[in-house]
């Protein structure tokens, strides 16, 4: 989502109560007593909070350089005659709630009070936006010249991302003196308001349903061959990174279509935003044009006859009510792309009637719906296993009850059943002369354990090729709901979700152990949406012990993802080998997160591998 989300009176709340708590205290006092005669760096300040928080002030001047009529209703002022402090932006936003009156290139003086809006509220941990509210405006002279972009660039923007935050204030960099030559989030702060240009520049991030996209100015930062941008570690996120929207509504002008790769060409000039759903964005008052780098949906080789290909696939919350057409898409892309696995572990397969919260958790027409659509295609006539969950319990979508299922090629392996799975009961390792099995199969891994509470359970099984026993464990780990983002004011960021995906990692890693115990060798893949990256300390949990290796480390480091995210291509997916599986080939099929056009939001993964 964008920034277009409508600001109201809780604008006001909010504030008062950062205020009352200290949060968004000031950094300096006035530079008047009265409010007058204040000038937009005055109120910008030389930290993330203005040191005139709460106060009115009066005959603030600027030219208008941006108008937004949707969504956040206001207009931006610059002032023409800067001082010479790089931490102060002459830039200003001034909410006015409703489609403002203004043009741009008008002169004007505004009245209003200094507010601190915190997109997303004070819980997200994101960065204010400086603004005035309850503006009284008076325009001053029209058609004057707009202050000249400064030019966002490779050169500009710092290598090193934010200061680390400061312990007395919980973290928070707020009230720290910004340092624009030295840090990308101050460099990127200190031209909050201020009219900003970027020349022509790659896409990293494909235009989304929200009509916004992400450009990278620094084209060689952790760049890979179809043109994204990798995120690699905790400590390198990317600084040439920016979000693009436009302030021309939709309805007047189509936002442009562009996949990763593509180009921004020319120029793309407005003022400097701060929104909850990708922080600095530049809100186009002149929009580049995009052109198309014909980036292809990869596709992956089949696997030989003594080959065992076992793939992974988030299909988006996949239920009978959506359209044939989606079906039809994500089946081709099973048969075509990924050319027809063996073993095909699905993840968000929805109940037979999606998100209608009407009890129902069998997803029977679901899977059939979706195992036809690939027969039709040309693919195989798999079958299926699975284990319905009760009712709204393991997280999602309310009424949805997403579940992970297990596709079969009968024709080329076969799944051993044993009864008494179900939603409660929890599969274990048995074994007799050094051969592992399960108890149930299908079955789930502890589903009591409060890992699990309102998340996915993992789905066991067992199967068999060509005389060998494979056991695979479809997982779909908690999200990432409820942490902060890479632009949080808490530097690092608060990334709360991780605690219950490690205690889901570390229940997965004790269950593969219990296999292992019994049969060393044990050919075992933890396999799904695992929420999480591979330099991650839920990755680390999950391969302790030596019991599992993550396969997506065996590619380029420019291959190492599934998920592109603010511009940051990333690995969420993954496929995980026990130690007897010692050689294989791993494949991230890049078919759906770096596209405008997406059949789901994540790309599938595929490994081969000879038991």
């Known amino acids: 989502m964008s920034s277009s989300i409508p600001r109201t009176a809780a604008v006001a709340a909010v504030v008062s109560a950062a205020l009352a708590a200290g949060l968004l205290a000031g950094s300096a006092s006035a530079s008047a007593e009265d409010g007058a005669g204040v000038r937009i760096h005055d109120i910008q300040g030389t930290t993330r909070v203005s040191p005139l928080v709460g106060q009115q002030v009066t005959g603030v001047t600027g030219i208008v350089t941006g108008v937004r009529t949707y969504g956040s209703r206001g207009f931006w002022i610059q002032d023409p005659t800067p001082d010479a402090n790089p931490a102060t932006s ?19 003086s505004v ?30 002279s029209q058609g004057n010249p707009v ?43 200190s031209l909050e308001g ?8 790659r896409v990293v991030g494909a235009t989304d349903p929200y009509a916004e996209l992400w450009v990278t100015v620094k084209p060689w930062e952790n760049a890979n061959r179809r043109g994204g941008t990798v995120y690699g570690s905790y400590e390198d996120q990317n600084t040439g990174r920016l979000q693009v929207q436009s302030l021309v509504p939709t309805a007047q002008q189509p936002f442009p279509e562009a996949n990763v790769g593509d180009v921004l060409a020319g120029a793309t000039e407005g003022p400097l935003d701060f929104n909850q759903y990708g922080g600095y964005t530049l809100t186009a008052r002149t929009l580049g044009t995009v ?9 992956t080789d089949r696997q030989h006859r003594n080959e065992l290909a076992v793939a992974t696939y988030n299909v988006e919350n996949l239920d009978p009510t959506d359209p044939q057409e989606k079906f039809d898409a994500l089946a081709k892309a099973v048969v075509e792309n990924l050319a027809s696995p063996d073993i095909v572990a699905l993840e968000e397969i ?23 659509a690939i027969v039709a295609a040309g693919g195989p006539a798999y079958e299926w296993r699975s284990v319905d969950p009760e009712n709204n319990k393991d997280g999602g979508e309310p009424g949805g009850n997403i579940r992970q299922v297990f596709l079969f090629n009968p024709a080329r392996v076969s799944f051993t059943d044993r009864p008494g799975g179900d939603a409660t009961t929890a599969t274990g390792v048995t074994g007799r002369k050094g051969h592992a099995a399960l108890t149930v199969s299908p079955g789930r891994i502890d589903p009591a354990n409060a890992a699990w509470a309102d998340s996915r359970k993992p789905l066991a099984g067992e199967f068999v090729f060509r005389g060998r026993t494979v056991f695979v464990i479809a997982n779909h780990f908690g999200s990432k709901g409820g942490d902060e983002s890479i632009v949080s004011h808490h530097q690092p960021p608060n990334r709360s979700s991780e605690a219950k995906r490690l205690l889901q990692a570390q229940a997965v890693n004790g269950f593969v152990k219990q296999l292992l115990a019994v049969e060393k060798q044990a050919d075992v893949l933890v396999v799904g949406d695992i929420n999480d990256f591979e330099f991650s300390g839920t990755t680390k949990a999950l391969t302790a012990g030596g019991a599992l290796y993550p396969a997506v480390k065996s590619l380029p480091r420019g291959e190492r993802y599934s998920y592109v995210y603010q511009g940051n291509s990333q690995v969420l997916d993954q496929i995980l080998t026990s130690p007897g599986i010692r050689r294989f080939a791993y494949d991230s099929v890049h078919i759906n997160a770096e596209f405008a056009d997406q059949d789901s939001d994540h790309d599938p993964q595929v490994l081969r591998f000879r038991p």
């Not at 200061?163 to 460099?187: C, E, F, V």
């Not at 201020?194 to 520049?201: K, W």
């Not at 069998?362 to 195992?371: L, W």
């Open 111 to 140: 009245n209003g009070t200094v507010t601190e809006y915190v997109p997303g509220g004070l819980a997200s941990g994101n960065q204010s936006l400086t603004q005035l509210s309850k503006p009284v405006v008076t325009v001053v």
């Open 291 to 299: 052109v198309d780098r014909g980036l292809k949906r990869e596709t």
């Open 350 to 372: 929805q109940d037979d009637n999606g998100a209608k919260n009407d009890g129902t958790v069998s997803a029977g027409q679901t899977v059939k719906k979706f195992t036809d």
């Open 147 to 189: 202050p000249a972009p400064v030019t966002i660039s490779s050169w500009s923007v710092p290598d090193a991302y934010a200061p680390a935050g400061d312990p007395a204030a919980d973290g928070s960099i707020n009230g720290l003196t910004l340092k624009p030559r030295k840090y990308a989030l101050d460099y990127y702060e």
């Open 194 to 201: 201020t009219n900003v240009r970027i020349g022509t520049s």
């Open 90 to 108: 002459e830039g200003l936003f001034v909410f006015t709630g409703s489609v403002p009156t203004v043009a741009v290139g008008d002169a004007v």
